[in-house]
């Protein structure tokens, strides 16, 4: 037995001698003289038997895509607080709510949430956060994939945000010149490259002014189209085509994030080599990506879970920003495209997948 672990096996023996034995209830946990005598000669950690007198945190989710899509990222987020001595159930408590895609449904959701009085909100897009921050400015708020925090008036600087917000960015705007760089060596005499956005998304007005500048030192005329729904988005594509686009460079965006598979295969039938900025959307059949690990940011997110509800406030934790972007390319849809993979891009790809 720890030193610590018999500190409090003395304790808990003389409070049993100077009073009867009580049974009760502690955050789900009946607690007796008994237990704790069994708890600590079967070796349990103290640790541990301070998390069961703690009635669970509450953590809620506000995504703006599905229950589906959500789980794999919301499985390594949960792996993670594992790792950091959280065990779900004992030590919090998932309240989730998801927007389905559907990102009129977040400010409801956000506000569900808040009426709940969960303890935190783990959230994640620009769209996302800006749903709970219009629905609590007391609730600390965790976000992820946020493009411009500063700009999106989350926080006052990334190093001090000053709120009740903080988390990691995915500096989206900062790798638009990159993204295009890259996409024009794998296309041979890229010329017109279209863009698609959706206009509903809060960064929407932004993208012109961001790829303009890049555009033109590269020698490239830009074609929008925009789609917010996967009706319109078949329409987007035949528009684009109309104004002969060679390729298209799909901006970061939850709703089209979500419909990647539509969106490739919507590319594909246009002979259209396609530039994501997620590696999800090029195993659903896009050319190429640029950018974050996903999976990675969620295992960051737990670090300031874990802060917060120790006690730590968002207003003076740093936002993080990304170090590694990922460079992904879909060596099938290369084929299916006749395009040859050139060998500086080989070289600098994290990943060639055949899906």
Known sequence: MTAQGALVFTCWTKRAITRRRVDRLEGGIVVNRRNVLVGMSLGWPASSWVHAQRAPRTLGTLS?????????????????????????????????????????????????LVALKVDLIETSTTNGALAAQR??????IVFESVSDPVRSGFADSLSHPGHNMTGLSNSTADLTGKRIQLFKQMVPGLKRLGVLSNPANPNYPSVHSTMQPVAEQLDLRLLFATASTPDELPGAFLALAQQQADAVSVSPDAFLWSAGKQIAALALAHRMPSMFGLPEN????????????????????????????KGARPADMPIEQPSKFDLIINRKTAGALGLKIPQELVLQAEKLIDS
């Open 135 to 140: 629905a609590t400015s007391v609730i600390p």
């Open 282 to 309: 090029v195993r659903d059949g896009g050319l190429m990506s640029y950018g974050i690990d996903s999976f990675n940011t969620f295992r960051q997110l737990a670090k300031y879970v874990d802060k917060v509800f």
């Open 64 to 112: 703006p895509y599905t229950s589906a899509q959500s789980k794999p990222y919301g499985d390594v987020l949960f792996e993670a607080m594992q790792d950091l001595g959280y065990t779900r159930g004992r030590d919090y408590v998932l309240v989730d709510r998801y927007a389905d895609g559907k990102v009129e449904r977040l400010p409801g959701l956000a506000e569900e």
